[in-house]
């Protein structure tokens, strides 16, 4: 049975039992009413009849003059008989009154008319004794109808009460639990409701839904699955370890390279956290000890990774990938975990060790020659060892500046390789501002002289001493400088101030040369880097040089620039 009919059937039932008990009530209410009329009309006007005849009986036999209210009252009760033998009872009183007219004195007249009087009260009191028991009667009948239909009624109702709502509600709970089941994706949840009604077509219409989501999302699941495999396998066959940790930093998977050298064994890894194997693990630790918090920050290590595994020392370059992903219906991004690539550098660094310590011999076997060069060249410039003509002169000159260049490069040369080796001894400091910076000037002076360069120097009062090692860093301030006169029209100008900056001192080089452009802004304190296009004088070791010598020191080193505009290297040295 439909709900529709159900609710229709059970509002209906209730309905036409309301109307039942009111017909009952009003009809049994109309019977009581009928019967107490009758008494009232029929027997308590008589009694009250009767009692006035007795009264004025008794004012006659005082001779006073009570026939009138006599034969009023008789009056009365003539129209008034209702009881079988109340008419007689009239009858007679009537007669016996018109006796008593005839002879007002005769006491047994009055005795006898009071009788008459007291038969007819009588009749009426039996009568209305009679009828009231008919209307206790009629009050007993229409009590129990009223119990029969009241009951009638409550059974209908406590039915209704009880079934109805469940027989609504249940499907509907029934119902929800479902769909909840299937949002919380156990698309195998079924309604088992076996009803023709509503809830049936509903519960049927929802189980072929639920049937088809399951269907969809095994065939998903198995595309899913194979998909899982093909990336395992790949990331397994990987030669590069990589590691894949979620939100919480717990591992998801670890190839089988990042299992070799990390020592560890796959069970002993799978499902902890990061943090928690890192306690025991030195290599894990130095992995997950910069895990970016933020999914804007990525990190790629500076320093590579020494691991000593199989049997040998390995280099590798830490590379930190955060996943991130945009929820369905969410606009920001939310970080979902990590992946952690090592890229084993080792074959690189083997063959930048080679280069650099190759470079470092011949640097230094070179010093030797040149430095003799420089002698003979001093020699030859004596006029005493014999007449040079202005031709020759001119190409000592040129062979003077070769030198010097030459000179130059195997030093910077050599200072790279010692950087690169992690040779650079460095004599740290309570160092002067502003003497560094006045013997930086004093070294490009005749340098900026011949370009007919002006150098600018703004020394700020009272700067505190800097941490410094003062010939590296008047190495780096000579470095600026030369660049700075390099990069420069003829006539330009030059600024070199001293600050006090934060916590410690900046050293800057202004110029009004071409400017860097931005492309290239971030990659000229990377080694032999020169901007392409500039001249190629230099070797494109001097910031990269510069660049170690100021962090090693525990500064920081960098460039604002524009093209066109001019240029500011700058330094800063933390205060002493
Ligand atoms: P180099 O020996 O070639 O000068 P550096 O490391 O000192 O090597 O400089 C790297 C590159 O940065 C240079 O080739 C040049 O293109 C650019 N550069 C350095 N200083 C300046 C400057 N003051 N103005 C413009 N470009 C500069």
Redesign the pocket.
């Known amino acids: 049975m439909s709900i529709k009919t159900k609710l229709r059937l059970g509002i209906g039932l209730l309905f036409l039992m309301i109307l039942l008990l009111s017909t009952v009530g009003i009809s049994n209410i109309n019977a009581l009413k009928s019967d107490t009329e009758n008494i009232l009309v029929d027997n308590y006007n008589s009694l009250e009849y009767g009692k006035n005849m007795i009264a004025a009986l008794d004012l006659m036999q005082q001779e006073q003059d009570g026939i009138t209210a006599f034969e009023k009252n008789l009056n009365l009760q003539e129209q008034n008989v209702t009881e079988k033998g109340e008419g007689q009872a009239t009858e007679q009183i009537a007669q016996r009154l018109a006796m008593l007219k005839a002879n007002p004195q005769d006491t047994q007249l009055h005795l006898l008319i009071r009788k008459d009087i007291f038969r007819l009260m009588e009749l009426n009191m039996n009568a209305i004794e009679r009828k009231s028991n008919v209307a206790n009667q009629t009050a007993r009948t229409g009590n129990t109808w009223i119990v029969i239909s009241s009951t009638l009624c409550f059974l209908v109702a406590m039915t209704l009460l009880v079934n109805l709502p469940g027989n609504i509600a249940n499907p509907i709970k029934e119902l929800t639990a479902s769909i909840k089941e299937i949002a919380a994706k156990n698309y195998s949840q079924r309604v088992n409701y076996r009803s023709k009604n509503e809830f049936g077509e509903l519960a049927d219409s929802f189980n072929t839904m639920a049937e088809k989501l399951e269907e969809y999302n095994n065939s998903n699941l198995s595309k899913i699955l194979t998909e899982k495999m093909r990336i395992e396998t790949l990331i397994n066959n990987m030669h590069e370890p990589v590691i894949g940790l979620d939100e919480n930093r717990t591992i998801l998977f670890i190839n089988n390279e990042a299992i070799k050298i990390s020592g560890l064994r796959p069970e002993e890894i799978m499902g902890r956290t990061a943090q928690d194997i890192a306690e025991n693990n030195d290599l894990v630790r130095s992995l997950v000890n910069d895990l970016p918090q933020h999914e804007n920050t990525e990190v790629l290590s500076s320093v590579p990774l020494k691991i000593y595994a199989d049997n040998k020392e390995s280099y590798f370059e830490k590379e930190i990938v955060n996943i991130t992903i945009k929820p369905t219906g969410e606009k920001d991004k939310k970080l979902i975990g990590h992946v952690i690539i090592l890229k084993n550098i080792t074959p690189f660094k083997e063959l930048d060790f080679a280069k650099t310590n190759f470079i470092a011999t011949v640097s230094h076997e070179l010093k030797t020659p040149i430095a003799s060069i420089k002698m003979s060249l001093l020699l030859l410039e004596n006029q005493n060892t014999g007449h040079i003509n202005p031709e020759q002169q001119q190409l000592i000159e040129s062979i003077k500046e070769d030198s010097n260049r030459l000179l130059k490069i195997t030093g910077e040369l050599l200072n790279m390789s010692q950087v690169e080796t992690g040779n650079i001894q460095l004599s740290i400091q309570q160092s002067d501002p502003a003497q560094i910076l006045e013997y930086a000037v004093e070294a490009v002076k005749v340098q900026a002289e011949q370009k007919q360069i002006s150098l600018h120097v703004d020394k700020e009062e009272n700067l505190p001493e800097v941490k410094a090692d003062t010939e590296k860093t008047a190495w780096v301030l000579i470095?600026?400088l030369t660049?700075?006169i390099?990069?420069s029209q003829q006539s330009g100008q030059i600024h070199i101030a001293i600050q006090q900056h934060e916590n410690g001192v900046q050293f800057s080089v202004k110029?009004e040369?071409?400017?860097?452009d931005s492309r290239?802004r971030a990659k000229?304190?990377n080694r032999y880097?020169?901007?392409p296009g500039?001249?190629k004088?230099?070797?494109?070791?001097?910031?990269?040089i510069?660049k170690e010598f100021i962090e090693a020191q525990g500064g920081h080193i960098g460039v604002n620039?524009e093209i066109g505009m001019g240029?500011t290297?700058f330094f800063k040295l933390p205060k002493a």
Request: cysteine-free; charged content about 5%.
């Open positions: 470095n600026f660049n700075a390099r990069y110029d040369g071409q400017g860097i290239y000229i304190f880097f020169q901007v500039s001249a004088t230099g070797t494109g070791l001097g910031l990269a510069s620039s240029s290297f």
